[in-house]
């Protein structure tokens, strides 16, 4: 396979040298593309419209918010993912940084860039699902919980962005999710493995005790930082959720979508 499409070159993955799109999912995939475009432009004039607001507000608070609203957007989107309080300065400090990341991954995927597509998992899904598994197992938690992580092998690998070989860079997208995941959620991780390729994000699991979460399962608790992850202002997750909350909220979209 072996095609172009919203600009962006597809290929399929080469384990799996058979495998076509077929018209729906072809149609899937163009409109998830176009998503991930709006995503990270609404990302990126949210959190300027925001940052104006702020030194508006510096001089007059009154006039900041008459002229730019409440932000609400940003704030939700900035606690929820990115666990930031805005009220503390050290935190507000850091939009600066996530800006110009979301910027970097709207100019990224602008134009055009190379997608591969099949039935895919990558190295450490494999060995965190195995690993995972027979801890279930240690822990007298019963075959049917242990078989939950191996599943997760197949079915949770959304994507990945190729790190060596021949391919460096390359956004790996997984058909699985291509054929039951809506537009919106496919773009979500569009955006995911484009932070990792232009932005140099990273899957954030360290917790603000200082230990790590090695579960694998970073989205579990990333909703207003559940788990108490310090460093998001680098994780690709953070993008992937944040912007397409801020989409969803700018443009009023329903929340399946």
């Known amino acids: 396979m072996d095609k172009t499409i919203e600009k962006v070159h597809v290929t399929n993955w080469s384990g799996d040298p058979f495998l076509k799109l077929g018209s729906t999912s072809k149609a899937k995939l163009a409109m998830a593309i176009r ?12 959190l300027a419209q925001y940052e104006h607001a702020q030194i508006v507000a510096s001089v007059d ?3 900041s918010k008459d002229y730019f609203g409440k932000q609400t957007i940003v704030k939700e ?8 309080d805005l009220k503390q300065p050290a935190d507000k400090a850091k939009i600066a ?7 970097q991954i709207r100019s ?11 039935y895919i998992h990558d190295r450490d899904d494999v060995k965190t699902g195995i690993k995972d598994a027979f801890s279930t197992l240690r822990h007298g938690k019963g075959l049917k919980n242990a078989w939950k992580h191996i599943k997760f092998i197949r079915e949770g690998t959304e994507g990945w962005v190729s790190s060596s070989g021949t391919h460096v860079g390359r956004i790996h997208l997984n058909m699985d999710s291509v054929e039951t995941y809506s537009e919106g959620k496919i773009a979500r991780i569009i955006v995911h ?21 090695g579960s694998g399962y970073k989205w579990d608790g990333l909703k207003h930082n559940a788990k108490g992850y310090v460093g998001l ?10 912007g397409r909350l801020m989409w969803k909220r700018k443009r009023n979209l329903p929340s399946g979508i």
């Open 35 to 46: 998503y991930s475009r709006q995503i990270v432009e609404d990302s990126c004039q949210l």
């Open 193 to 213: 493995e484009a932070s990792h390729k232009f932005a140099n994000t990273d899957d954030v699991d360290l917790l603000d005790d200082g230990t790590y979460d």
């Open 233 to 242: 202002e680098n994780n690709a997750d953070s993008y992937a959720w944040g």
């Open 108 to 118: 990224g995927i602008a134009g055009p860039f190379d997608l591969v597509v099949g």
């Open 77 to 84: 989107a900035m606690e929820k993912y990115f666990g930031l």
């Open 61 to 63: 608070k009154q006039m």
């Open 97 to 103: 940084t996530i800006r110009m990341k979301f910027g």
